[in-house]
């Protein structure tokens, strides 16, 4: 059994028709917050909206606090306890997973969508053996036996380039180095053949080496079986290298969106800019890193401008009194910045 | 799994100069017991002639240190003595008891386990909520109340009140002994639910939060499935010592409870001892029971190791 | 016990200035160690307010037992045994005709006096020879180990039990047998506290400056650590007190006719189907007490610790 076997198996299956009109995945205008009832909710997403088409790989880049990664547990259903969802709309193949029973919603996760994240050391179960993690979803989810979803499992490990998979299937996660666990968390993600593949910055705890490693199988993977990737990172590099487009998050907004290589080459935010200046190039080593000014915004102290306003190096009056909207400002590209023009020189 | 096992080996040789330790506590201890068994014995009206025929014959006489070597002599051949009262080995008395004992604690471990899992998983699906708040009431409210009330409070409401169990006694048949002891059980379970309750709760809340049940929920888990296979297993580590040490302070609040329950047990036999002066029953007792400590305690390392299996205890340095 | 987290807006006491900060950073560990380093003032703390409360009223009841019990504990009334609570005797009277409620407020006297008294012995010694075995390692804590190995073999009960009918039935022996079984765990404690304690660096540097080991334990170590040893000893005065009561229970604690919770038990399980509340009473007043004792230990590991809530 291959995985485009399982692909086109889960097609059939009566799990919701992809409407294959509309992108695979449509945020519309998602908000998230914190605290209920009674106080009022603290927004810390507001106003997220991107579109992933089916195949398409998507990076949303952002430091720690932007928001990047609870937007990605909102698409899986995965929220902490604290964060709700106030409004918008997160639509899969044409329909809203937020309206969804949670019993449906539960079925699609594994055969349509499904997510790898951070730290596999903790992320994957410490007293069960991997072969048998890997084999879950598919019992679960293409109703194989135990012995048939093992094998499938193995399988998984082989493709994501785990050398002798049968004996590593019943090692124990402890057991592995961190390459090897992010790789079975890819098998994991991938073993049911889904159609979304959402990654939490999942090469962020691996060794320089190891990473670019990952990297490369999950591009080939995606490539292989035509899954899209959402993609949340903070590091420029790895959007740069694996990503096709880019939304850049910044306290909770998308600042500016496009495709990689025209936003890296010419931001059309400051915070962009700041964020390009900031990281090192090796194409050009002798270029002084310029660090962005100042910390990131609490949530609860927010002001009604631009949020990135007190770090900003293109200011003006305008910026503290209302909030830029994200707007085109040149085909295919998007930005939210009254003063975008001025940012005209490419780095 | 066997090879992480290789620690018992030591830690059966570590732990025999603390049964050495025992014994010497056991037997000075006893042989300060004020009144001379014999006079017990033989009753006020003896002649002094006849309550030292009798220290002799029991060798009563002898300096402390040699009835120790005696002892521990005798010990070794697996001779216990013979007891003063009954007049029988007390090799005997000590084999008759440990069954029953050691089926009443079991039956207490699983009554136990029965309560705890279930009110623990309660309190920590909702934690702070009512349920939590009603889970913890109960565990802060178990632990205030003496065992041996709780066993009487027992008897009234269900042996005197329903009249629905025995209030007291062992039965014949094995079915009998489970109805017998049902409420003693139930007494002790109550007794141990409380600490394994909130062990088990804060560790489910550990674990509910944890990384894998998350990756556990992005493969589409819920409910009992989820529960069993990712929560519980993971849940049930730091819990298993915290039972290990329950167990071992649940065999002294069993020999109060056999009081009152009447059940013929290691508990009544020492507590008969202690009135009677019965020296090598006293002590046997003692020993088998700091010997069942010693030996729940290397039992619960096993059952941790079976559990967790990043545990590695024979590579660990003694804490 | 596990408390909720502070609302936004908490005020942050803090008892000792830290020092070398940056706002916004997670506070560092400091030349100087701190006290207590709490969330909320202990008058906002519930558990530790509720707990004082019930045992702040039941010491009152306690040492004003000769003002508030209406009758002598002792005056036995042979023609009123067994009678059922009524407006002269709120709870009923006695096989020998006492007067329940004074027995159950002069039992508390008892009870408690004896149970706070009995933690002092081990408290003082189990955590001196616990510290010292932790902070100065070798063969005297290797020793002290395999004693509270040998000791931890012992259930509790067993050893206590043994021990009072060695010694007699008896204040005093109640005494001696628990402070010989309890101060292991005093010990245990400490020794653990201390082996973690002496690697800190606050501890280091005042060796690396020269001072005497000594003037670090009681100084520096100390405050740090007895907040642990404190917290144990309210389980412990729980425990004590289920001692005396079991001991009184088995008629191995304080003699007869001196009012005693177990030993009022222990007196009513005779008469448990005609007069169950003679059992049940007392029982119900050890429940309280330890209620109470329960939430002031479990208000005060909160206040001093609050990072290692369980």
Known sequence: MTITDLSSDADTAARGVIDPSVPLLSVQDLTLGTGTGGRRPVPIVEGVSFDVAAGERTGIVGESGSGKSLTLRAIAGLLPGGVQVQSGRISYGGTDLLTMSARRRRELMGPEIAMVFQEPMTALNPVMRVGDQIAEGPRRHLGLGRKEALDLAVQMMARTGIPDPARRARAYPHELSGGLRQRIMIAMAVSCGPKLLLCDEPTTALDVTVQLQVLKLLERLCADTGTALVFVTHDLAVVNQTCSDVDVMYAGHIVESGPVAEVFRAPKHPYTRGLLESAPDFDRPDRELVPIPGFPPNVADRGPGCPFAPRCGYVTDHCWTAMPPLAAVAPGRLAACFETDRLGDPL | MFDRLR???????????????????????????????????????????????????????????????????????????????????????????????????????????????????????????????????????????????????????????????????????????????????????????????????????????????????????????????????????????????????????????????????????????????????IQAVALVVALFVVVVGILT??????????????????? | MTTTPAPPGVEVTETEAEVGTTPGSPPVDTARPV??????????????????????????????????????????????????????????????????????????????????????????????????????????????????????????????????????????????????????????????????????????????????????????????????????????????????????????????????????????????????????????????TSLGLSLLGDGLSDHLSPERRK
Do not use: C
Not at chain 2, 114 to 143: H, Y
Not at chain 2, 301 to 319: F, I, K, M
């Open chain 2, 301 to 319: 390392d096993v059952v941790y190791t079976a559990v967790d299996p990043r545990v590695d205890l024979a590579s660990q340095e003694r804490a």
């Open chain 3, 35 to 288: 006290r207590s380093r709490t969330l909320k003032p202990w008058y906002r703390n519930g558990t530790l307010v509720v707990g004082l409360v019930i045992t702040g009223a039941l010491i009152l009841i306690a040492v004003f037992a000769p003002l508030l019990a209406p009758y002598d504990p002792l005056q036995q009334n042979l023609q009123q045994a067994l009678q059922d609570p009524s407006s002269a005797h709120w709870l009923g009277t006695d096989k020998y005709g006492r007067d329940v409620l004074s027995r159950l407020i002069w039992g508390a006297r008892v009870d408690l006096r004896i149970g706070f008294l009995a933690v002092l012995i081990p408290f003082v010694v189990g955590t001196v020879v616990g510290a010292l075995a932790g902070y100065f390692g070798g063969w005297f804590d290797t020793v002290v180990m395999r004693v509270v190995d040998v000791f931890f073999a012992f259930p509790f009960y067993v050893l206590v039990i043994v021990l009072v009918f060695v010694l007699g039935a008896g204040e005093s022996s109640i005494y001696l047998a628990i402070a010989a079984v309890s101060w292991v765990a005093y010990a245990k404690i400490m020794r653990g506290e201390l082996l973690v304690a002496k690697k800190q660096d606050y501890v280091v540097a005042a060796r690396l400056g020269g001072m005497s080991h000594g003037r670090i334990l009681l100084k520096h170590i100390a405050p740090n650590v007895m907040s642990q040893a404190l917290i144990y000893a309210m389980s412990d005065i729980v425990m004590d007190i289920m001692a005396i009561v079991t001991l009184g229970y088995l008629g191995l604690g304080i003699a007869p006719p001196t009012a005693e919770w177990g030993s009022m038990i222990l007196d009513g399980q005779e008469f448990i189907t005609t007069q169950w509340l003679q059992a049940t009473i007392p029982g119900l007043a050890v429940v309280v």
């Open chain 2, 7 to 281: 620690f018992v080996p030591i830690r059966l040789l570590q732990s025999i100069p603390v049964v050495f330790g025992v014994t010497v506590v056991v037997f000075f201890m006893v042989h300060l017991l004020p009144g001379n068994p014999a006079l017990v014995l033989l009753g006020q009206s003896a002649t002094p002639e006849r309550v030292a025929a009798l220290n002799d014959q029991l060798g009563l006489n002898e300096p402390l240190w040699d009835q120790y070597l005696t002892f521990l002599g005798n010990l070794f051949q697996l001779d216990l003595g013979q007891s003063i009262t009954y007049q029988r080995p007390v090799t005997e008395l000590v084999a008759s008891a440990v069954p029953i004992t050691l089926s009443l604690l079991a039956y207490a471990l699983v009554l136990s386990l029965a309560i705890s899992i279930p009110l623990a998983a309660l309190a920590a699906s909702a934690p702070g909520r009512v349920r939590d708040a009603a889970v913890r009431a109960f565990t802060l409210l178990g632990q205030g109340m003496p065992q041996f009330w709780v066993g009487i409070m027992l008897i009234l409401l269900l042996g005197v009140k329903a009249r629905a169990f025995p209030v007291g006694g062992y039965g014949q048949t094995p079915a009998e002994h489970l109805y017998y002891l049902f409420l003693p059980a139930l007494t002790l379970a109550i007794a141990m639910s409380p600490t394994t309750i909130r062990s088990l709760r804060a560790s489910t809340i550990n674990v509910l939060g944890s990384d894998y049940v998350g990756t556990a929920r992005s493969k589409g888990a819920a409910g009992i499935p989820l529960f069993r296979q990712h929560v519980l297993r993971n849940a049930a580590i730091p819990t298993v010592s915290i039972i290990g040490v329950n167990l071992g302070y649940l065999v002294g609040g069993s020999l109060v409870i056999e009081k009152v329950f009447a059940v013929p047990g290691l508990g009544s036999l020492m507590v008969n001892a202690i009135f009677a002066r019965d020296f090598p029953t």
